[in-house]
């Protein structure tokens, strides 16, 4: 413990050049600790966007439903499957899928029919509310229809058009009806604007005949759980469907989330290593300072490895002390920033990725890791750093360095 | 001069209408893979055409029956209505040109097909709207060889390979017609793939008297990858060259 005294009383022995050091270093751990929280709460909010948007943090299919889109493969229990999610407080909103022929006047066009429940997907998703035109559909099932933007304008529809709706329906017969456009749906995404019709699901299994199948569950509890907790949670058993999380769904995704965190690596090295030399300059020039003082040590018979040691103590004590400070001045930061957020509007108006309009307020997250493993690193990049100017100490001359002036 | 020409033919006519095995053989090695291809090709024309036709679709979900009412006029005209099941009974496709409209009885509705659905099912068949629209001959598509000449399973066949021309706007990477030896008749045309897999099998069964000839009465298409769904056509009635108005094939006589 001697040495750490010894180490605290060294460093104060010249205050400017230390309060120098641990301003830096707890800067740099400040940026550190606030650039993690917002580099997670960017991953964090893109990924929230795009899930909670239509596709949830995770999804469960029949067996082998999305190898072939086949309309049979649905799920054999979607009630029980619901009613868990139900229980566990998880968003579940179930969704059948039908490929069809939608036509307006002279002009058709081949499209997806979503067969959904409005009220869930309204508390659940965020699709419900992008709406460019008119409205979504209403709770009770009244034959209307949500289409996608390019779908509309390829059929030169607009709300209030009336549509006819073609389909091959589950027993093989022709499923037809007239539907009205009650709202179109803002870009998101190529897929939803080319082809997308969502209908009430009791319009759906009138048209398709399809008895109520059910092809697949999206799930969101929109960031409470983890998606991997979320999936331990509610995956099903062998043969009553297969569930798959946004990782899988939405691959591009996911890796661009895994691209942002080798950034957020190259960002933090960066930093490390500039604290890492400050703190080395520091030591470098305090190893200079007293030579004299190492001669002398050393004529009185302190070891090599002593000195060292007593250098490395001081780069300890001096880092650790600034990383404290640090974490305390990047924690307030990245508090703030997760309460109020950057808005980012004033500078890009409004940010869309592929075509989904994003909340413009930046907010931080933290989180544990965030601020355990920069304390930690800078702890050891500097205590390293000072081995160097600890060694060059250490391998002095003692009558050289007495006379040195 | 005429006359003894028009004498002559009808007596070659004739000798060819026996069944004479000396004579068959001479007119079997007259015939050039295109005279075959034409044969089966003109086997359902005429420049009109009437006919019943019972439908009968299996799937792998569900399969049901269609009772059909067909008419046609020239290459290039043709009116499908559905007289069964009650559920659709007056659904009608209307095929003018390359262009194909369905009428719907139960919204009251016309709509025209578009060209992207054209490779897909007519009605939950086998046969897709491509198959009701096209008009040309195979021989015009085609570029043919005899690949088989003699018998199998105890039946004398002919086996014409049909390599689609680089120009021809055809979905098949190669088509298959294998004939009765005797009477030319078609009894399986193979379509294979653009990677020259078999896709789909049609049978030509049950040859007795139709439209005024002998011809097969019943067709059956199954698609290669699934040999347990099949599409069967059964010709319950069928008459060529009666008198049909053109207005029949008008988006007005559809809503009829």
């Excluded at chain 1, 069809?100 to 419900?128: C, H, Q, R, Y």
């Excluded at chain 2, 006359?3 to 015939?31: M, R, Y």
């Excluded at chain 2, 066949?157 to 990477?173: H, K, L, Q, R, S």
């Excluded at chain 2, 049978?203 to 097969?216: A, E, I, Q, W």
Aim: aromatic share 10%; charged share 20%; proline share 4%.
């Amino acid at each position: 413990m001697t040495i750490f005294r010894y180490a605290w009383r060294n460093l104060w022995r010249n205050k400017q050049r230390t309060i120098i050091t641990i301003a830096a270093i707890s800067l740099n751990t400040a940026i550190l600790i606030i650039s993690y929280a917002l580099m997670d709460g960017m991953i964090k909010h893109t990924v929230n966007n795009m899930t909670n948007m239509v596709v949830g943090e995770a999804q469960i299919h029949g067996k082998g439903y999305r190898d072939d889109r086949s309309f049979y493969k649905s799920l054999p229990n979607p009630e029980q499957l619901i009613q868990s999610a139900g229980n566990q407080n998880i968003g579940a909103a179930p969704r059948s899928y039908g490929y069809g022929l939608i036509s307006v006047g002279t002009k058709s066009a081949g499209a997806m029919f979503w067969g959904i429940n409005p009220d869930i997907e309204m508390n659940v998703f965020d699709l419900p509310k992008q709406i460019q035109h008119g409205q979504y559909l209403s709770i009770e099932a009244e034959k209307g229809l949500v289409l996608g933007k390019k779908l509309t304008r390829s059929l030169n529809a607009g709300v209030g058009s009336e549509i006819i709706v073609v389909v091959q329906a589950a027993d093989g017969s022709l499923g037809n009806d007239l539907y009205t456009v009650t709202g179109i749906l803002k870009t998101a995404g190529d897929s939803i604007d080319r082809s997308m019709a969502i209908m009430h699901k009791d319009d759906f299994r009138d048209l398709f005949v399809s008895g109520g199948r059910i092809h697949e569950i999206a799930l969101n509890t929109k960031g409470k759980l983890e998606t991997c907790e979320l999936a331990e949670r509610m995956r099903p058993d062998e043969g009553e469907g297969e569930l798959r999380t946004w990782r899988e769904l939405l691959p591009m995704l996911s890796d661009m989330v895994n691209i942002f965190d080798v950034v957020i690596w190259i960002f933090g090295a960066i930093f490390f290593l500039a604290a890492g030399l400050g703190v080395m300059n520091t030591m470098l020039m305090a190893t200079y300072e007293r030579i004299r003082e190492f001669g002398i040590q050393k004529a009185l018979g302190t070891s090599p490895l002593r000195i060292v040691g007593n250098m490395a103590a001081e780069a300890f004590v001096l880092s650790l002390f600034s990383a404290v400070l640090g974490t305390f001045f990047g924690l307030i930061g990245s508090y703030y920033l997760q309460e109020v957020g950057i808005d980012t509007s004033m500078f890009a108006g409004t940010f869309s990725f592929s075509g989904i309009a994003f909340d413009p307020v930046w907010r931080a997250v933290i989180s544990a890791q965030g601020v355990i493993f920069p304390v930690l690193v800078m702890c050891i990049t500097c205590t390293a750093a000072s081995l160097y100017p600890a060694i060059i100490a250490a391998r002095l001359d003692p009558v050289k360095a007495i006379y040195h002036v | 001069m005429i006359k003894k020409t028009a004498l002559l033919l009808a007596v070659l006519l004739a000798i060819n209408t026996i069944p004479a095995p000396a004579f068959s053989q001479s007119i079997e090695k007259s015939l050039t893979p295109k005279q075959i291809l034409d044969k089966v090709d003109d086997l359902w024309r005429g420049e009109s055409s009437y006919g019943k036709i019972n439908m009968t679709i299996t799937t792998e979900h569900w399969s049901r029956s269609l009772t059909l009412e067909a008419w046609s006029k020239g290459k290039d005209r043709s009116l499908i209505k559905i007289l069964s099941p009650k559920k659709e009974k007056g659904t009608a496709t209307l095929r003018y040109g390359n262009n194909i409209w369905n009428y719907l009885p139960k919204v009251k509705r016309v709509i025209k097909l578009p060209s992207s659905m054209m490779a897909s099912a007519w009605m939950g068949s086998h046969f897709t709207n491509d198959d009701l629209v096209k008009e040309s001959r195979m021989a015009d598509d085609y570029t043919f060889t005899i690949t088989f000449d003699g018998e199998k399973n105890r039946k004398k066949i002919v086996e014409v390979t049909c390599i689609p021309n680089p120009e021809a706007a055809v979905v098949w990477g190669k088509v298959v017609v294998i004939v009765d030896r005797v009477t030319y008749l078609p009894l399986t045309i193979n379509y294979y793939d653009e990677d020259m897999n078999l896709a789909r099998i049609m049978t030509f069964m049950d040859v007795g008297p139709l439209g005024g000839k002998d011809r097969p009465r019943r067709m059956s298409i199954v698609p290669a990858d699934n040999s347990d769904e099949s599409t069967t056509v059964h010709y319950s009635e069928l008459e060529f060259n009666p008198d049909i108005s053109d207005a029949l094939f008008s988006i007005r006589s559809l809503q009829k």
